[in-house]
């Protein structure tokens, strides 16, 4: 079982629909979420971290997290075509180590 | 600096070869990780520094693969004896402490025939 797990997708919106991305973790000592943004031949960019149990907002995202189910979501407001790009979860891994761990990402096209 | 630079961005190897990757990250960050990303795939970790201090190599795939930092700044990721499944897009990442706020460089494609 990988440690960190997200539909590899594609998922495929229109234009100004909501997008939801999804990400399942296996460390319970995990103590904080983060999600990057990938275009495609590019580098990781970061855009949310969570680390309370919750939602978090900032402009058109919102992050949430479930620590009791293991699950952590991102929501993408009025979708727009410069948002296609693959979205990696990662998650800080449980102990004393400095280590991330991504999930595999979810490839999100907007359709226009 | 304005961001974290790896390189060379491309690097073609043959089987066999040695080959060293370089990067130079954000001046200032404590924290420098390596990440071996596959095509299709999310970034693997492979190594963290905290300054000049190797403390964690636990991803390193095996021993051909070595990371060094040696004045907590530049650091260089040195692949011996190249194989074919060596063949990933290297990524270094930087940030002020800790895996808070990666930034990564854009990484060294490298491609072993």
Redesign the interface.
């Known amino acids: 079982q990988k440690e960190v797990e997200q539909n590899s997708g594609p998922l495929s919106v229109p234009e100004g629909a909501i997008a939801s991305l999804n990400c399942t973790y296996s460390d319970r000592g995990s103590q904080s979420f983060f999600w990057y943004r990938q275009y495609s031949g590019k580098s990781p960019e970061l855009i949310m971290s969570i680390y309370s149990n919750g939602d978090k907002e900032d402009g058109r995202f919102t992050a949430q997290l479930n620590k009791a189910s293991q699950y952590v979501s991102l929501l993408i407001r009025d979708s727009q075509p410069s948002d296609s790009a693959t979205y990696l979860c990662a998650v800080s891994y449980g102990g004393a180590t400095n280590k991330l761990i991504f999930g595999t990402g979810t490839l999100l096209a907007v359709q226009p | 600096g304005a961001g974290v630079s790896q390189s060379p961005r491309y690097k073609v190897a043959k089987r066999g070869q040695d080959v060293a990757l370089r990067c130079d990250p954000i001046s200032g960050h404590v924290?420098l990780?390596w990440?071996q990303q596959a095509l299709?795939?999310?970034?693997?970790?492979l190594t963290?520094f905290?300054n000049e201090a190797q403390?964690?190599k636990?991803?390193l795939p095996s021993d051909r693969f070595f990371a060094e930092r040696p004045e907590g700044s530049v650091s260089t990721l040195k692949i011996q004896r190249t194989q074919q499944e060596d063949s990933a897009v290297y990524?270094c990442a930087s940030s002020l402490q800790?895996?808070?706020?990666?930034f990564?460089?854009?990484?060294t494609q490298l491609s072993v025939l």
């Open positions: 924290s990780f990440y299709g795939q999310g970034p693997e970790f963290y905290q403390l964690d636990s991803g990524l800790g895996y808070e706020k990666l990564f460089g854009s990484g």
